[in-house]
């Protein structure tokens, strides 16, 4: 018997919460795996189009947005813990209409302090950390960006 | 014959418009009229709920980000003019969780200068303004805010 990545199955029980959300589900938004410490998602265009023919602002906001707190979801169960991910706060740019497949990558902002973050969440049970995403597109260049605030609190 | 008020018809174009959209129509976002200056839009809770069972962060951003992009749609009709409307950035602060079915209002920043926009519009074919929506519970209190810049560019 093979062994599972412990990530790879971390993975697969994110995209079960999504497809149980039925705006994300609707959006058929999809993991697409952890690369440079970044986590990836992306969604078809048809399921996401607006009135112009490209990408809706709402699901691209909502795609960055699930970046970051699938990021914190998965990481803080590889890290052993059970808790609830909020977004508190967002900042969204959009920069270049998107008419291809939406895919965005998300991780803490640069220099936050992800060891420092788990270790008030074991003291105290809560903790924040703001997380960064982009869209991409396939030539690159940046569509979107992401800067949001998160808070986990452990569960029960 | 009864005449229908212009209003009435440019929301019902709109809300053709949101139906047009996949994503706009999977959240089932629903336009609720003009009230003291400000756009109305609901959207039932089942078909935006996250994990747990309240309201989807992303479905808060859209229907915050609607609002606003249809008053300014509806609003540049009224006033005889054809328009694309981009969301340009935007800032969205969650202040509480939603248990019941999201309600959002959207208006010109306060302050904002709408003969001012209209008469930049008819000069240059392009404007820019700043809007304001809240996600408000039945109890009055504001569950989500929105603050994002928008630009109206005149179409053919």
């Known amino acids: 018997m093979i062994e599972q990545d412990p990530a790879t199955s971390e993975l697969q029980a994110l995209q079960r919460q999504f497809d149980a959300m039925p705006p994300v589900a609707a959006m058929r938004i999809a993991t697409d795996g952890f690369r440079e410490g970044m ?12 009135d112009k023919d490209n ?16 990021w914190l979801t998965v990481q803080l169960r590889l890290a ?9 706060d967002s900042q969204l740019r959009y920069l270049a209409p998107v008419y ?11 220099g936050d302090d992800w060891p420092g973050f788990l270790a008030t969440f074991r003291q105290r049970g ?20 992401f800067l949001g605030r998160f808070v986990a609190k452990a569960k029960g």
């Open 126 to 145: 809560k903790a924040r950390i703001t997380m960064q995403a982009q869209v991409r597109l396939g030539s690159g260049a940046v569509a979107a960006t």
């Open 80 to 88: 052993g813990h059970a808790a609830d991910v909020y977004v508190a």
């Open 39 to 50: 986590l990836h998602l992306h969604a078809p265009l048809p399921a996401n189009v607006n």
């Open 100 to 110: 291809e497949t939406l895919a965005a990558r998300a991780g803490p902002e640069a």
């Open 55 to 70: 990408a809706f602002g709402g699901s691209l906001a909502s795609l960055m947005t699930l970046a970051g707190w699938g």
